[in-house]
């Protein structure tokens, strides 16, 4: 679907629209005028495609399309599915990125993610980061977890840490439509999760210690399932 200009087009058509109907309930000055007025009170919007030239790898997708942002000026990233409705509570946005702003001794380093009851509910399955996560990697899932065991990661890398909250407060719902991949056997996914971690927790400290001059202190967990 996402291949066809046509089927882009319609699904930017709709969120285009969603986006305009729910400008209009928003609170705006007088004289303000829907589609040309854009000041403080517009709800701001664009969508930018991403080429994956790979199939069966959803995380090496997820991975670029945050990249992209963080290229193209974001602050924050959240990374959904498209199969997952966002949090219901209007303000969730402001909740993680006060979550973020809030850890010490670095701000905005960790991860934090909406709470959902489908699927791996113990670890983060959609996860909320600052670009100072794309800084620490410079990429959001290591290439090695091409589909499961990429949010297991992002979720005990800061873990180990104490750099890791479920918001309960700001739940999604996952609404599993289907699998279109076959993912990794076990063992190697496991293998190369451990291995990464493990990587992880010295790349978090080499640049902890190289841009604040702290070195954090961190258990590192060894995962054994699933």
């Given at each position: ?6 089927w ?7 969120a ?6 729910e ?7 007088d004289?303000?005028?829907a ?12 969508i930018h495609w991403v080429?994956?030239?790979?199939a ?6 997820h991975?670029?399309?945050v ?5 193209e000026?974001?602050d ?10 966002f ?13 973020m ?15 959902c ?7 983060l399955t959609h ?27 992002v ?7 104490g750099?890791?909250s479920?918001?309960?407060d700001a ?7 289907g699998?279109?991949?076959?993912n990794?056997?076990q ?10 971690l ?5 790349m ?8 604040h001059?702290?070195?954090l202190?961190?258990?590192l967990?060894?995962i054994?399932?699933?």
């Amino acid at each position: 679907m996402y291949e066809s200009a046509a089927w882009r087009a319609k699904i930017e058509a709709e969120a285009t629209r969603m986006f305009a109907e729910e400008n209009a309930k928003r609170w705006h000055p007088d004289g303000y005028v829907a589609g040309e007025t854009v000041d403080g009170s517009t709800l701001l919007v664009s969508i930018h495609w991403v080429h994956c030239n790979y199939a069966g790898k959803p995380a090496w997708a997820h991975s670029d399309a945050v990249m992209a942002a963080f290229r193209e000026g974001a602050d924050y990233v959240i990374r959904m599915n498209d199969d997952t409705a966002f949090p219901t509570v209007k303000d969730w946005a402001d909740r993680m990125v006060s979550d973020m702003r809030g850890r010490k001794p670095i701000p905005n380093l960790g991860v934090v993610g909406p709470a959902c009851s489908a699927g791996a509910n113990w670890i983060l399955t959609h996860d909320f980061t600052h670009r100072t996560h794309a800084a620490v990697f410079g990429v959001h899932y290591p290439r090695s977890l091409p589909d499961w065991s990429s949010d297991d990661w992002v979720t005990y890398v800061y873990k180990n840490f104490g750099l890791m909250s479920r918001r309960e407060d700001a739940p999604v719902e996952h609404r599993l439509h289907g699998q279109r991949y076959k993912n990794q056997a076990q063992a190697e996914r496991l293998q190369n999760l451990n291995a990464e971690l493990a990587r992880g927790a010295e790349m978090i400290n080499e640049w902890a210690q190289a841009n604040h001059g702290v070195t954090l202190p961190f258990t590192l967990q060894q995962i054994t399932c699933c």
